[in-house]
C-alpha cells in the first residue's frame, strides 16, 4: 500500500516565550521511527502538512494515511481540523475523528462528560478572571492549566497553589498569556499513572499499566509539567522516569483498566489512545484523554506495548491494521501501474520516497549548474520535492534511470502537463550522473518514454523544453528525432537569472514511422 505519513512543525507560537513552550508537535523523530517500521511492506511518504499540502492532497494519492499531525501552522488547536478535512476527503486515517480530537482538547468539557458518566475526576472550577472566588467545595492545594491545550502546555513547577493569592497570580498569568479559559482544579497528590488503550470494538486491549517516578525535592510537587516531558537537558525531564508495569495489586490494576477502558470508549477514542489517571490510595481519578498520543520509541504508549510483549513495528503495524478495518479495508484501495520497465540497458521503474534523497541531489546539482553563482543554497529541499512528486504531480509519470549492468541508478524522465483532451505531454529528461553522459542512456529513456506516451497512452503531440547552454540534453532530443520549434527567451529563471530554452516537439506519426524508435531495442514491462 502507499501510505502517507501527515505530520507538523511549529516554528513560532504566539505565547509568552517566558513560559519556554513549543507546541507537541515537532515529531520528526517518530515519523523517521514509522517510515523504518513500515516500508518493507509499504510504501511510506512522510507528508509535512501546510495548508498548501492539505488543499492539494486526494483520495488518489494514497490508501491511509498514519495521522501524526498535531496542529496546523502556528496553531495546535489544528490537530481536530487535519482529520475532519481528511474525512471530508474521504480518506482513511488512523487515530481519532475530529469530534473526539477536539473534545479531548478541551479539558473542562472532557471533566464534564466524565462526571455525567461516573467516572472520577477531581473537583474543578473554570475560571476566566484572576479575581474570581473560589469554589466552596474546592480545597487547596490546587493545580492550574490552561483548559485548551495538551502536551502539559502552560504547566510549570508553580503550578500547584497552596492559597489564594498563589491561584490568583497564576491565573493572571496565564489569562494574559494563554488567552482561553483557566482549568482549576484540586491537586491529587498521589501517583501518576499512564494507561495505554488500543483497539476498537472488540478488539480494544488495555495494555500494561505505566507509572511515572519522581525524584523530586519536597518543595517540587510531583507534576509532569512542559520541561519534564518535552526539554531533555532539564533538571525536571532527568528526575522524571517510567515504569512498566506499574506495581499495583491486582485488584487497583484491574480497577484501573477499567476506568481507562470506560474512558477511552467514551469519548469515542479510535486505535490508540493514553490516559492520564493519579492514583491516591486505591482510587483512580482520570486527569485527561489523549487520543493519538505520542508515539516515538521512548515514549509512554511504546514502553507500555512492550511490556505487552510488542516490538514498535508490531505496535504500528497494529494500529494501521485497526485502522484499516475500521473502514473496512483490506488492501490497497487505489489501484496503480507499477510502471516498471527493462530495455536494453535499463531499469527504470516509478520514482518513489526512498529515491528521494537521490533524486533531491540531482535536481540541486542540475541547478548549480546552470546558475554557478548559487552557492551551496539548496533551491530543493526534502519537503518541496514531496510536494513536487507525491501531491503536486498526481497526473505525471516519473520513472527512474538505473543502468542495467551496474544497477547504479543515473537519472530520471517524466511525462510533465498531460493534458487527454488534447492528446499532448511535455517530457522532462535529468541525467544526474554525469559520467554516464554520451553513453546512450539517455536517448534509450527518452525513447521509452515516448513509447509509453505514444503507444500505451495514445498521446499525439510530445513537447520538450531544453536550456539553450545544455548541449548534451539539445544532442539527445535531436539524435531521437524531435523537432526544433522555437526559442523562448528567459523563461527558465535560476535566482533571478533568466535563461533562454529550446521548444522541441515530437509527433505521434513520427514514432509510429519509427523515426524514434529505429534503432534497435526491446522494452518489457516488468
Not at 485497526?322 to 490497497?332: I, L, N, T, V
Not at 546512450?440 to 497512452?457: N, T
Not at 495514445?458 to 536550456?467: R, Y
Amino acid at each position: 500500500m502507499r501510505i502517507a505519513i501527515l505530520y507538523n512543525l511549529v516554528e513560532e507560537t504566539h505565547y509568552d516565550p517566558g513560559i519556554g513552550i513549543l507546541p507537541d508537535s515537532e515529531i520528526t523523530d517518530p515519523v523517521e521511527s514509522i517510515i523504518e517500521a513500515l516500508k518493507e511492506e509499504h510504501e511510506v511518504v512522510p507528508i509535512l502538512v501546510n495548508r498548501k499540502a492539505l488543499r492539494s492532497l486526494s483520495r488518489e494519492d494514497f490508501d491511509i494515511v498514519f495521522n501524526l499531525c498535531e496542529g496546523l501552522g502556528d496553531n495546535n488547536h489544528g490537530e481536530a481540523w487535519v482529520a475532519g478535512y481528511l474525512d471530508i476527503l474521504g480518506m482513511p486515517y488512523t487515530g481519532s475523528n475530529s469530534f473526539t480530537l477536539g473534545l479531548c482538547m478541551n479539558k473542562i468539557k472532557t471533566k464534564h462528560i466524565l462526571i455525567a458518566n461516573n467516572i472520577p475526576t477531581p473537583k474543578y472550577q473554570k475560571f476566566i478572571s484572576p479575581i474570581q472566588r473560589v469554589n466552596d467545595d474546592l480545597r487547596f492545594p490546587l493545580i492550574i492549566k490552561p483548559a485548551l491545550e495538551d502536551g502539559s502546555l502552560g504547566i510549570t513547577v508553580d503550578s500547584v497553589v497552596k492559597d489564594p493569592k498563589e491561584l490568583a497570580d497564576k491565573v493572571e498569568y496565564l489569562l494574559a498569556n494563554f488567552h482561553q479559559p483557566i482549568l482549576v482544579e484540586e491537586f491529587i497528590d498521589g501517583r501518576e499513572i499512564n494507561v495505554s488503550v488500543i483497539g476498537n470494538d472488540d478488539s480494544i486491549e488495555v495494555l500494561p499499566v505505566s507509572e511515572i517516578l519522581f525524584d523530586f525535592p519536597d518543595d517540587i510537587p510531583n507534576i509532569v509539567s512542559y520541561k519534564a516531558k518535552w526539554h531533555e537537558g532539564s533538571f525536571a525531564y532527568r528526575r522524571t522516569t517510567g515504569a512498566c508495569p506499574a506495581d499495583l495489586t491486582p485488584e487497583v490494576e484491574a480497577l484501573v483498566k477499567s476506568t481507562a477502558r470506560n474512558a477511552y470508549v467514551l469519548m469515542g477514542c479510535r486505535d490508540y489512545a493514553r490516559i492520564d489517571i493519579r492514583l491516591i490510595g486505591d482510587k483512580p481519578y482520570v486527569l485527561e484523554i489523549n487520543p493519538n498520543p505520542w508515539i516515538d520509541v521512548d515514549g509512554g504508549l511504546v514502553r507500555s506495548a512492550a511490556a505487552a510483549g510488542l516490538t514498535y513495528r508490531q505496535l504500528i503495524v497494529r494500529i494501521l491494521k485497526e485502522a484499516m478495518k475500521r473502514c473496512h479495508m483490506s488492501g490497497p484501495v487505489v489501484e496503480r501501474s507499477r510502471e516498471e520497465y527493462a530495455t536494453r540497458n535499463l531499469i527504470v521503474h516509478r520514482v518513489q520516497f526512498e529515491h528521494l534523497d537521490i533524486v533531491t541531489r540531482w535536481y540541486n546539482e542540475m541547478q548549480a549548474i546552470h546558475s554557478p553563482d548559487c552557492g551551496e543554497e539548496q533551491t530543493y529541499t526534502r519537503e518541496s520535492m514531496i510536494e513536487k512528486f507525491f501531491i503536486s504531480k498526481r497526473d505525471d509519470i516519473d520513472l527512474l534511470i538505473a543502468d542495467r549492468r551496474s544497477g547504479q541508478r543515473i537519472g530520471m524522465v517524466s511525462l510533465e502537463k498531460i493534458d487527454a483532451n488534447n492528446r499532448s505531454a511535455e517530457l522532462f529528461l535529468l541525467i544526474g550522473e554525469r559520467s554516464f553522459l554520451g553513453k546512450g542512456h539517455a536517448q534509450e529513456a527518452v525513447r521509452l518514454m515516448l513509447d509509453i506516451a505514444c503507444r500505451k497512452m495514445g498521446l499525439k503531440n510530445i513537447t520538450a523544453l531544453v536550456v539553450a547552454g545544455n548541449e548534451h540534453s539539445r544532442k539527445v532530443f535531436q539524435d531521437v528525432g524531435f523537432r526544433r520549434v522555437g526559442v523562448l527567451h528567459q523563461y527558465f529563471q535560476i535566482n533571478g537569472s533568466g535563461y533562454d530554452v529550446i521548444l522541441y516537439e515530437m509527433i505521434v506519426d513520427d514514432v509510429i514511422h519509427g523515426t524514434s524508435l529505429e534503432q534497435g531495442r526491446s522494452v518489457t514491462q516488468v
